[in-house]
């Protein structure tokens, strides 16, 4: 069965650096999303993105963040200058319709 | 704002007893979703259920969904220790692709 994949599984980085997670969504799905899940709390949306642009994005979404679909397979989410409140588990997910389907997560540690 | 909602926070049974989790959520919703999580990993998708549904089975599970009450709940019959999870609900508004989740419901089966 297809499945959303993310790479690194756990990524650690200083405050200041930037940081790229990567995704590869299920291949027939258009529709893509990066959510992120600080330890103990809600799952929280960060971004969708459909034809290549943003389609919506939280407010926790601000100019430090950015996404690219760099190719045909890849989706990607950049930290420009990571702190350290942003400490969490990062989810990919796509979706074709409705469902939408997560990856297993990044851990990212900002030390 | 839009939330879901779950109750209760955390469930414990005995193994082959049923376990029921609710959710509420505050506004007009598209369709309403159930995923799993297990301690650190992904989402799991479990279910989804239209806001013109009112019931939809998927193997041992069985959601069911209120609209005028706002309000959905989640049975899981036969429980076994594999069940042992944390689940969440999932909604996504008219007009929005995002998801808002609730706080989740931490679910232990006991041998």
């Known amino acids: 069965e297809p499945e959303v994949t993310q790479t690194p599984s756990h990524q650690v980085t200083q405050m200041g650096q930037e940081v790229i997670l990567r995704c590869v969504p299920i291949s027939n799905h258009l529709y893509f999303y990066w959510y992120r899940q600080i330890l103990g709390q809600k799952v929280e949306f960060l971004v969708s993105?459909?034809?290549?642009?943003?389609?919506?994005k939280s407010e926790i979404f601000d100019d430090q963040f950015s996404v690219e679909r760099p190719d045909g397979s890849n989706f990607t989410l950049k930290i420009r200058s990571t702190k350290l409140e942003d400490s969490a588990m990062y989810f990919c997910?796509?979706?074709?319709?409705?469902?939408?389907?997560f990856g297993p997560g990044t851990r990212l540690t900002v030390t | 704002s839009q939330q879901g909602e779950e109750d209760p926070q955390a469930l414990s049974i005995q193994e082959g007893e049923n376990a029921t989790m609710n959710c509420s959520y505050k506004t007009s919703i598209n369709n309403l979703q159930w995923y799993r999580q297990n301690s650190g990993r992904g989402l799991v998708h479990l279910i989804l259920?239209?806001?013109?549904?009112r019931e939809k089975h998927s193997g041992r599970l069985r959601v069911t969904l209120d609209t005028s009450k706002k309000s959905s709940s989640l049975l899981i019959t036969a429980s076994r220790a594999a069940d042992t999870a944390s689940y969440f609900c999932a909604t996504d508004a008219r007009g929005a692709q995002k998801l808002v989740f609730g706080q989740g419901t931490r679910l232990t089966i006991n041998p």
């Open positions: 259920i239209r806001s013109n549904e």
């Open positions: 993105f459909y034809n290549n642009e943003i389609s919506e």
């Open positions: 997910a796509s979706s074709a319709e409705d469902e939408q389907y």
